[in-house]
């Protein structure tokens, strides 16, 4: 005969503990995975948008003030032309920056020359833009004290 020992209800014994189980989500774990990866891409996000790598001058100038979104053309040390990170030949500049500006000849124009390239060739690329119509172009220059040239 098969007979159940204390009261029937599988062997327990005793009063019947009622089935609590745990049915809300832990979010912690997820909230601090989050919070790393927020904290590695405001560590990373700056250093996305340097462009095009070149070693600027320094300078005691001012920052030129302003609001909008300047367009940088980058002129490296072997003399390559680029537009944000896009080469480009000295003859085709105009069109490239009529082709990202539209219209809008007010746009500010910053060009970033390395300090090991010719002046004549940042002039040059200075003058193509400025014949394309651009008035506001602005030259980039590392914030810091004038050192002549020397390095420390």
């Not at 204390?6 to 809300?24: C, Q, Y």
């Not at 891409?41 to 095009?52: E, K, L, R, S, Y």
């Not at 003859?91 to 000849?105: P, Q, R, S, V, Y």
């Amino acid at each position: 005969m098969g007979m159940t020992l204390g009261g029937g209800n599988g062997g327990r014994g005793g009063r019947r503990r009622p089935n609590n189980r745990f049915s809300e989500i832990n979010i912690t774990p997820m909230v601090d995975v989050m919070l790393v990866l927020l904290i590695i891409f405001m560590v990373a996000a700056p250093m996305m948008t340097t462009g095009v790598t070149v070693d600027l001058p320094k300078s005691n100038a001012s920052p030129i003030a302003g609001q909008d979104e300047p367009l940088a053309v980058s002129v490296t040390a072997g003399g390559k032309i680029f537009v944000q990170k896009t080469e480009v030949p000295i003859n085709a500049l105009a069109e490239k920056l009529k082709a990202i500006t539209g219209e809008k000849k007010d746009t500010r124009i910053f060009v970033r020359g390395d300090r090991n390239v010719d002046y004549g060739k940042v002039m040059e690329v200075v003058s193509a833009i400025n014949t394309a119509g651009y008035g506001k172009v602005a030259l980039i220059t590392d914030v810091g004290a004038n050192n002549n040239g020397k390095d420390k």
